[in-house]
């Protein structure tokens, strides 16, 4: 199947920097990339979608000027967690997807704010 | 986007069947189920999609029923690499369309 990645696999940062997470469609274009957000023992929640070159559609609640999601090409979109706080720590997945490709899911970001 | 509804969680033992079953009664006519597995800290992992009647792969197969309203992912003779969590989801066949996923349901595999 198609692969997609992240970077970084993990980070720690301080309460009060932003953290920047790459998703990269490794051998295919992704028109669509999403992503999620999910705590301990929770299902994935859904916080954004993105196409490329516009602008990203957030879920209900979810502060679009704190996720700042950018998907400036057809393999490369980025998730800025701005003035991260503790309770933003959390394990950060992205999928892309694309007609007649499939959805796929990249190996996910943990993201610690101390 | 139709709900989905799992049984929270599942106990097997090496080498049996497993049969998962997803409620999804609000499914619409351009919806695919879709099946995937999640380890911890990882993503998700496609197992298996299909429309209507029966799907199998090396991996899976996948039931549905005519008036699709459920599914049922069956793994035949786990092991204890199949410990996962496993989420069906229902959406457009259009693999841009975003997924909602729903609790899953956790299944443990014990020697």
């Known amino acids: 199947g198609a692969v997609v990645s992240q970077h970084p696999s993990w980070v720690i940062c301080k309460s009060g920097t932003s953290v920047k997470i790459e998703c990269r469609s490794l051998?295919?274009?992704?028109?669509?990339m999403f992503w999620y957000r999910q705590f301990p023992k929770q299902s994935l929640m859904l916080m954004a979608t993105s196409n490329e070159g516009s602008k990203a559609t957030y879920e209900q609640g979810v502060e679009k000027d704190k996720f700042l999601i950018n998907h400036a090409s057809l393999t490369l979109s980025t998730l800025t967690v701005t003035s991260a706080h503790p309770e933003d720590s959390s394990f950060y997945i992205c999928s892309a997807g694309t007609s007649g490709v499939g959805q796929y899911f990249g190996p996910g970001t943990r993201l610690t704010v101390t | 986007l139709a709900k989905t509804t799992q049984p929270i969680s599942m106990d097997s033992y090496e080498g049996q069947e497993v049969n998962i079953t997803c409620s999804h009664n609000n499914i619409a006519t351009n919806d695919y189920i879709t099946w995937y597995q999640q380890f911890p800290s990882q993503g998700p992992r496609f197992i298996i999609q299909?429309?209507?009647t029966k799907v199998t792969n090396e991996v899976a197969s996948l039931f549905i029923p005519a008036d699709r309203k459920s599914s049922t992912l069956s793994l035949p003779r786990v092991s204890l690499s199949d410990t996962a969590v496993y989420y069906c989801l229902v959406g457009g066949g259009d693999n841009t369309d975003k997924l909602i996923f729903g609790t899953g349901t956790r299944l443990q595999v014990f020697p």
């Open positions: 051998d295919f274009q992704a028109t669509t």
């Open positions: 299909g429309y209507k």
